[in-house]
């Protein structure tokens, strides 16, 4: 009986061994559970870059988060008075709203780069010189009696929308006259905090010229609202790579490895709001432009995209090592497929710790010589041949390269990715087109003679 049992023990061991069918579902069955692995590697990625975009937050708080600068805007309150439903005259404030001529802003963003445990934080300091015109208001078209209007309650507002970055006190040159702004703002719609200072409109000027400049603190981005008939923005740095954001890209730019110019003209006719209006009609916040001060290079983000081919390697290397099984005879146990496919998911926590202290390029090359070594190390207890493991080893180095080149190519990784399969898809049938896959064995005769016997 015992003897019974130990044939059919032998057998299922041999058909394990011979059946191709078992082989590559043993082979997808490992694959799907290094999967698991993986998860929890991107989910370390994505706490790191969390950790990052806590620490960023917490210096830009302090420092002076995105600055958007819109204004200046001309309010000029006025009475309006209504009968309510029981006959009773009664009398409310409204404010219109009117917008510059002309305005023409001036910048110069200082960049610096500070550094905060492991990770960069882009900070910015800006000097911006604004100045343009008004027309002189004119209510007519909004059907307003001149005596309700409160010419003596008129202000000027600039919206500013972190306060803690002013660096200096903003000081508005008015026809001639010159005035500290006072914080807070109110009656735009859009506006959250800012900057504002009462004016005397009671003047015989056709023209209400402005100017004032602002000393601000920022981080990541600084934008501004088109509020001029024509807005004219002029803005240079030494930061050598730019985003440019918003609904209009500028006009004419440079950007070469000593900073970046940039120039924009904007028309009210590029913009949905008109140059004058009543109450919260409109929102000055929903054209504005600008740019934003990219980091050279993001750690996380390319951890991220290396990861997601973590499939595609541990697939190319497992297919890799079926193909030496079906050629060379040669057993490779489920065993040494788990280990090799662990050492490839190790790979991405080595990548990600390094790059945080040496950057991704030089991480991603000591992380695939690590590894490489590593399974061609292993692969001489399967292998007997130092021919066949450095040709393995090879092999293993042309897919981490390839990958390599794929993260390189953000523009045309989709190309590179779709041709480099297509490659390897015409090897494979290439090297497999003699193989007998009714009557293909994945032992030797020699094994399965000890096996029978």
Known sequence: MSNTNETKSSRLKLWMKQSLSFKISSIGAIIILLMIPNTLVKDIIRERNHNQTSVIQEVSDKWGNEQQIVGPVLTI???????????????????????PEHLNIDGEVHPESRKRGLYNVVLYQTNISCNGWFEKPDLTPFSIDPK????????????????????????????????????????????????????????????LEFSFNLDLNGSNALTFGPIGKETIVTLRSAWSSPSFMGSFLPDEHSVSDDGFTASWKILDLNRNYPQSWIDDKHNLLQSTFGLKLMQPVDEYSKNTRSAKYALLV???????????????????????????????????????????????????????????????????????????????????????????????????ALLAGSIGLLLVLAAVMYYSRNIDWDNVGMVSPEIQGDLEA
């Open 77 to 99: 309150p006025y009475k309006k008075i209504f009968e309510d439903a029981d006959g009773n005259v009664k009398e409310i404030i409204r404010h219109s709203h009117f917008l």
């Open 148 to 207: 309700l209007v409160l010419w003596d309650k008129a202000f000027l507002q600039i919206s500013i929308p972190d306060m803690a970055g002013i660096n200096d006190n903003i000081k508005i040159k008015y026809n001639k006259e010159t005035y500290r702004m006072e914080p807070g703002i109110e009656k735009i719609n859009g506006f959250q905090s800012g900057v504002k200072i009462p004016i005397d409109l009671n003047t015989d000027h056709p023209q």
């Open 314 to 412: 541990i697939s190319l290397t497992f297919l890799m090592f079926f193909f030496f099984e079906v050629i060379n005879k040669q057993s490779v146990h489920p065993m040494h497929y788990i280990l090799i496919g662990l050492a490839i998911s190790i790979f991405y926590i080595l990548l990600l710790s390094l790059s945080e202290h040496l950057g991704f390029n030089i991480a991603y090359m000591i992380s695939t010589w690590a590894i490489v070594g590593l399974i061609g190390t292993y692969s001489t207890t399967i292998v007997k041949s130092k021919y066949l493991v450095l040709t393995l080893s090879g092999i293993l180095l042309s897919i981490f390269g390839f990958i390599f080149i794929i993260l390189q190519l953000e523009d045309f």
